[in-house]
Structure formats: C-alpha cells, structure tokens
C-alpha cells in the first residue's frame, strides 16, 4: 500500500496535470484557508467560531436591528482580531497561479480581506467574495460606507461600541452578508458563470455544506468540468472530486504551485 505521503504527492501530481490542460481554472475557497493565518474557522470543536456564541443571536441581521450594542459586542471583537491578520502561503500559492495565467477567478466565502490582501484579482483574475466583506461598513439609511480603519475607530471612541452613520447617527452595518440575508445576487450569478465554464474548480478549505455556495461544485461537475476538493476533512461533493487532497493547506498549496513550476510569493 502506497503512504499517505506518497498518495499526497500522486495527487497533488495529478491535480496540476489537470491545471495544465486546463482552458479555465476557477477556485473556491472557505475558512479552512485562513486558519494557517490565525483565523477560527466556524464549527471545529473547541476552536469554531459559533463554539460559544448562537450565531443567531450575534451575527443575524434582526440581532442587528434589534439590539445593534449587543451585535458589535460581538462583530467589534471579530473586526479586532480580523482587521491584523495576514495572508498565508495558501493565499499567496493561490496569486502565484492568477500571475502565471494559471487562475481565472478566486470565488471566497470569506471576509477577512485576506485574500485582497495577498493580491487576488490584482492581476488579471477575478476576486468575487460573495459572503462581502469586512472592508468597509454602511448606513442602511444613508449612501456611502465607511472604511474598515475609520468603523474601527468609531467603534473605539464609542460609549456603546457601535459605529455609526455621521450624517444620521444610526447604526453602521458591516458590508457582510448576515444570517437573514440574502446573498448580492449579482456576485452569486458571476460565480455561476465561472463554476459553469471553469474546466477544474479547486474547492479548497470549504466544508461544502454551506448553500447556495455549497451547490457550485455541481455546476462545474454537469457542465463536464473537473471539481479538485483540497481541505482537511469529508464533505458532502467528495464522491464526484476527480481528486481529493486532505491535508495542510500551507503544505499543499504551496506543493502545487511547485510541481506547476511556480514559487509562492512572499509578502
């Protein structure tokens, strides 16, 4: 029987064959790929981010409405601890790709900016975050946002800890997409239309149980493309990956732009 290294390594070599043959590349990626950085994912017993807190409760747009003080008790915290972290060599494998042609879009489910950060869709590709982003915040009364550094401040210099609107003082919102809310529509349909017309869609550090992002892998698989699942643990799509890597992202990522021939960027 083959070790677990050298089916890593067989894999990893059939996944960047199938990059090579590749017209359209597309990843996919979920909180696995930001826990390197420092980043709780959701559900991991003892570490998740719903572990201790009813996300119903703290992160639901009627919690919002209803009780904003107790809202950015919670989302001012997340703000602290996201605003500082820094992109991996998971984000940074991932850039690699975009600047070799490589990597047409990176779809993510996640907030933290890191991706941006590492330099996704800086060159040439697309960078679609369909769950939005801690970047800026809103007024849902008034137009315009508000940086992340200046909700930041706000936060701080508030009694209560809410950010709010200079114009009519009420509550800024968090430009993410909240429990309660709907998706931007506009993002999910380019998703769509990458995952349909990408040859491999890496989904990578993605439970796959979260809808309607979780139904994307479908897309490329009844469109005829191949779907690479790259993260720790099962998910629901496993049984149509045409490859199937569990391991360290900051380990795999980078092994693949490797065997593709490229070198990781240091930021």
């Given at each position: 029987?083959?070790?677990?290294?050298?089916?890593?390594?067989?894999?990893?070599?059939?996944?960047?064959?199938?990059?090579?043959?590749?017209?359209?590349?597309?990843?996919?990626?979920?909180?696995?790929?930001?826990?390197?950085?420092?980043?709780?994912?959701?559900?991991?017993?003892?570490?998740?981010?719903?572990?201790?807190?009813?996300?119903?409760?703290?992160?639901?747009?009627?919690?919002?409405?209803?009780?904003?003080?107790?809202?950015?008790?919670?989302?001012?915290?997340?703000?602290?601890?996201?605003?500082?972290?820094?992109?991996?060599?998971?984000?940074?494998a991932l850039v690699a790709l975009e600047r070799a042609g490589r990597l047409d879009a990176?779809?993510?489910?996640?907030?933290?900016?890191?991706?941006?950060?590492?330099?996704?869709?800086?060159?040439?590709?697309?960078?679609?975050?369909?769950?939005?982003?801690?970047?800026?915040?809103?007024?849902?009364?008034?137009?315009?946002?508000?940086?992340?550094?200046?909700?930041?401040?706000?936060?701080?210099?508030?009694?209560?800890?809410v950010p709010r609107c200079e114009s009519c003082g009420a509550p800024l919102k968090p430009?993410?997409?909240?429990?309660?809310?709907l998706l931007d529509q506009r993002a999910l349909e380019r998703a769509r239309v990458l995952?349909?017309?990408?040859?491999?869609?890496?989904?990578?550090?993605?439970?796959?149980?979260?809808?309607?992002?979780?139904?994307?892998?479908?897309?490329?698989?009844?469109?005829?493309?191949?779907?690479?699942?790259?993260?720790?643990?099962?998910?629901?799509?496993?049984?149509?990956?045409?490859?199937?890597?569990?391991?360290?992202?900051?380990?795999?990522?980078?092994?693949?732009?490797?065997?593709?021939?490229?070198?990781?960027?240091?930021?």
């Amino acid at each position: 029987m083959a070790s677990s290294t050298a089916a890593t390594e067989a894999d990893t070599a059939r996944l960047a064959e199938l990059i090579r043959e590749a017209g359209s590349v597309v990843a996919l990626t979920g909180a696995g790929i930001s826990v390197p950085s420092g980043i709780p994912d959701f559900r991991s017993p003892g570490t998740g981010l719903w572990e201790n807190v009813d996300p119903m409760e703290v992160a639901h747009i009627d919690a919002f409405r209803s009780d904003p003080a107790r809202f950015w008790s919670f989302y001012g915290r997340r703000f602290a601890t996201l605003g500082d972290k820094q992109p991996n060599g998971a984000h940074r494998a991932l850039v690699a790709l975009e600047r070799a042609g490589r990597l047409d879009a990176v779809i993510t489910q996640n907030v933290d900016m890191l991706h941006r950060r590492a330099g996704s869709g800086a060159d040439g590709g697309e960078l679609i975050e369909v769950h939005g982003s801690i970047a800026s915040c809103s007024c849902l009364s008034c137009p315009g946002a508000v940086a992340l550094d200046e909700a930041r401040a706000r936060i701080a210099s508030a009694a209560d800890g809410v950010p709010r609107c200079e114009s009519c003082g009420a509550p800024l919102k968090p430009d993410v997409v909240l429990f309660g809310e709907l998706l931007d529509q506009r993002a999910l349909e380019r998703a769509r239309v990458l995952c349909e017309q990408a040859d491999v869609l890496l989904c990578i550090g993605s439970s796959l149980e979260v809808h309607p992002v979780a139904s994307l892998p479908v897309l490329t698989h009844r469109a005829g493309g191949r779907v690479a699942i790259v993260t720790q643990g099962s998910t629901p799509l496993d049984e149509i990956a045409a490859v199937r890597l569990d391991g360290d992202l900051e380990l795999v990522l980078p092994a693949l732009a490797d065997e593709l021939g490229l070198e990781p960027l240091q930021l």
